[in-house]
């Protein structure tokens, strides 16, 4: 409103009214007041008043106050939580802000879609205040979603939705390997050969005593009878927390080990100290110790040490290892997946002698096929078809290898190592299910595989290294093209470590998975194809124990798996069940269960547990044979027996 001069202080309150402010200048007055400290609502009247000798000068304004509500905002407007893993829950947030005068009351918030959920579901959100409400999205399968959320309140707007979409991905995990992985596979002597199962390594648990007198613990000195590949001194058996040094030196054979560190935590009278680690070779090691000053003058040697593990593990296999029990006469596969029935043929056989196509009975003539082991030359040329050799001999018979200095052709190389793989994955080798994958690849929707399960394409690959016409692709494909989708999808799921991470060796090669199969955009499972599988049984293991033997689980502490190993000289029945510190049973691994003899070895899966300390007690009990029983039944107990272990999450 214009005003006379004003020439008293720029800003000052109004009586009465605390949150009112005055604004001046030279020539105008601003009143500011909030609608909500009026008390009552309607139209009202400012007028201010300027004294002057002439009787004063007034001036007014009109404004209306209106019934005090809230009004409902929320940001964003939707959400869009994209691909995630299968049963992982991923959340993001929907803030709702009061911009009214009332309180806002939210009296319920919904979803028209199970995968997505809200919290909290009420809630009073006060004038010019915000509340956020988390929002979790939940994929159950491969598969998109979309839904809404609706905010039901006492605002005029109510109710207000909010739209929501995420899409789930597969989260099984599946391994493959490319055509280098298989062909250039080693030992520990650097030759194209399998892991023998012979233990390479020991893993020890060793609880070492300190001297009484904290002032001879500032130097410990451990010599082991094997080489050390890794060591770490712990503070207490139970616990991962490792003991604190200054320096540690080691020789050049890794078996003396000098640590230097504080004497009083070098000492009898403080934590036990306890060597864990990984030894080489394949039988229990043995470690003697003493104890020095800090001038090294002082020598006080220990006299007792308890072993609480001392077990000999099995080296990684590799790809060899996999391929050979494949075949017949594989380790453990009395019934190969590539056996007399059931051969690897790579191509269509052609004619009366089968000309065009390879027939490999045993993973000798694969490795021969796939690299020449002395010039380490592999399949790079073509693409071709098989209707003749490098040297223009004619393919008239079906052949036993293709080696790379006969026929170099990488199309022949590509379609076996995807056979191998399918082959694995069906005969438990590799997780199940690779060749029942349909290819679908998101960059190229004109791909004549897509639609099409590995398994299939395979087929469809052989027709054509047969120098056969596939309808579905015309006449002239380019085998380029075939290369390059055999390529992509034996290398999905590769692992580049020679050694494998294993489920099992001892008696079978299973390798665990390596990558989420959401993680493969062109590859996606085939609904309503439940994946091959060709189990064949396991072996005894030749190599006897002579004593019944539990060992301690490694690794320990664990999260959230851990093996349990023992040893059976003879058949026995076996029981080995999980109790928790209060002695309640968490989990029965077996339960009277017949077992061949050997080192066996069995999985405890901790992930739905808590953290802390379990014990698990393995009873094993001789089998009986004579009239009464001739199939066998539980005798007298030959091992009874419990062992401490610790989750750590």
Known sequence: MPFPRWRRSPRRRIPRASRATV??????????????????????????????????????????????????????SSLAF??????????????????GT??????????????????????????????????TFVPTSDSSWSGHVTFTHNAASSPDQFGVTGTGIDSITLRSASYADWANAYDAKFKHKSFPRKPDKVFFNIRLYGPYNA????????????????????????????????????????????????????????????????????????????WMDETQTVKTKSYQTTYTQNAPGLPKPNLINVGEELFPKGYGTPNPYFGPATPLVVGIPQGKKSAASVLLKKFADVLTSMIDTRSSIMHTGGPDCLDKLDNGTLIKSQLATLSPLKKNDILFAELLTLKLNIGASAAGKFPAGFGELTFRDPLNPSNPFNGKMLKNSAVICDSLLSCLTVQSLGVGYPLDSVVAFLHKVNGAFRD?????????????????????????????????VVPATFQSPNVVNYDMPEHYLLYQNYPNPF????????????????????????????????DNKLMESGTMEMEFDGANLASGVYFYHLIVNSVVVDDAHPDGASGSIRLNETKKMLLMR
């Open 23 to 76: 604004w001046v200048n030279a020539d105008t007055l601003q009143v500011s007041i909030l609608a909500s400290d009026i008390v009552s609502v309607g139209t009202h009247v400012m007028t201010v008043l300027n004294p002057t000798p002439a009787g004063g000068v007034s001036n007014g304004d009109t404004f209306t106050v209106h019934t005090p509500a809230p009004v409902f905002s929320g940001t964003p």
């Open 496 to 528: 580049t470590a020679n050694q494998k991470d294993t489920i099992h060796f001892l008696a079978q090669t299973v390798l665990q998975g390596v990558r989420k199969l959401g993680a493969v955009p062109f590859l996606h499972p085939t609904p309503g």
């Open 102 to 135: 009332a309180d806002l009351v939210i009296s319920g918030v919904t979803s028209d879609d199970s995968h997505f959920t809200i919290s909290p579901t009420v809630g009073t959100i006060p004038r010019q205040t915000s509340l956020p409400f988390a929002v």
């Open 559 to 590: 999260n959230p798996t851990t093996t349990i190993q023992f040893a059976l000289p003879e058949q026995s029945f076996v029981t080995l069940k999980v109790y928790n510190v209060l002695g309640q049973e968490v989990a029965s691994l077996a």
């Open 82 to 99: 994209g691909s995630h893993y299968v049963g992982t829950p991923t959340t993001d947030t929907i803030r709702v802000t009061n911009t």
């Open 215 to 290: 002032v001879n613990g500032a130097y410990l000195y451990l010599t082991f009878s094997e080489p050390v590949t890794q060591l770490t001194l712990r503070q207490d058996p139970c616990c991962p927390d490792t003991v604190p040094y200054s320096s540690l030196t080691v020789d050049s054979k890794r078996k003396s080990w000098t640590y230097h560190g504080s004497p009083v935590t070098l000492t009898q009278n403080g934590p036990t100290p306890v060597a864990v680690g990984v030894a080489q070779g394949g039988k229990p090691i043995t470690v003697k110790y003493y």
